[in-house]
């Protein structure tokens, strides 16, 4: 990571090829399969391949198989340049059968936890809460014992109350980047200062929520910025953090300006971990729907809800 020291305008050349570490093996399995299969037979989107998540393979396999679900499209309205998700001002409307299939989705994998993200929906009234909301009550009637994790757009005001009003166990919503290259990284939007908002908005809804935030390192962006982003995120009461290496989806994104080690990531787990934050998942491949880190929200809720 560039040192604290460097200039905040400065911008570190991009790095040319991609580290050892980096590398993953390429996705299959039964458990892959089956998978890929019910997400098709339910015209389900996932983030899981629609952001090409590295961590697909790990993911879709075995006893503990997790799942993010992508819902109302899969165009957004928003122009992040870090994102490969397709953009559109007026995407096609909702599917309203989507909650249903949500929940059947999650019956049927028998899943114990779940992320519901989705695009932004500017051009809808309610930013797509509602939608959000129906999908969490559809699982509840379906599949009651899978844990809920919503990864929102940048909800606040009565958008959020709607959501919060259907109780997902972990709410969640990326700050992205530090507060210095929000406009250069994100759509014009978007602001760290609006995130933080519909993270600590969140809580005052609901205190017994979980929050989660996760910011891509890769940037150009120096520790003392991370550092700072992280006491912020601490100040709204986020729980979860997750910290992971940008990857440029193609040629038309912004640039990786560095190739963060496995070391400075475990180095700034330690740092988060002594804020306050309760699970900081944190390294290159780590993404904000992260199986480790879903897993220990899991053993939380669970806990919760036998007390």
Not at 248 to 272: G, K, N, W
Request: proline residues 7%; neutral net charge.
């Amino acid at each position: 990571m560039d040192p604290s020291t460097q200039a905040p305008g400065a911008r570190p050349r991009a790095p040319e090829r991609k580290p050892a570490w980096l590398k993953v093996p390429l996705p299959g399995g039964d458990g892959y399969a089956k998978l890929k299969t019910l997400s098709r037979e339910l015209s389900l989107n996932t983030v899981c391949e629609e952001a090409r998540c590295p961590n697909i393979g790990e993911c879709w396999k075995g006893e503990h198989a997790t799942m993010t679900i992508m819902v109302l499209g899969e165009e957004c309205t928003r122009m992040c340049r870090f994102c490969a998700v397709k953009t559109n001002k007026s995407p096609a409307p909702p599917d309203p059968a989507e909650p249903e299939h949500v929940g059947r989705a999650a019956a049927g994998m028998d899943l114990g936890y779940i992320v519901i993200t989705s695009v932004d929906r500017d051009d809808l009234a309610d930013g797509g809460a509602g939608h959000y909301a129906a999908c969490i009550r559809s699982i509840r009637a379906q599949s009651p014992r899978t844990v809920i994790e919503t990864l929102i757009p940048d909800y606040v005001g009565s958008d959020l109350a709607t959501l919060m009003d259907a109780r997902p166990d972990v709410l969640s919503h990326n700050v992205e980047v530090v507060p210095r290259l929000q406009r250069k990284i994100r759509d014009p939007r978007c602001s760290f200062e609006r995130s933080l908002e519909t993270l600590g908005g969140a809580k005052a809804l609901w205190g017994d929520v979980y929050t989660k935030s996760s910011l891509q390192l890769g940037h150009g962006e120096t520790r003392d910025e991370v550092l700072a982003s992280l006491r912020l995120l601490r100040e709204a009461r986020v729980d979860f953090l997750t910290l992971g290496q940008y990857l440029r989806p193609t040629a038309q994104h912004a640039p990786v300006r560095e190739y963060v080690t496995p070391e400075v990531f475990d180095e700034l787990r330690v740092e988060a971990l002594a804020l306050g934050f309760l699970s900081v998942s944190s390294g290159p491949l780590v993404r904000s729907s992260y199986k480790a880190g879903e897993l220990f929200a899991e053993r939380l809720v669970r806990a919760r809800q036998r007390r």
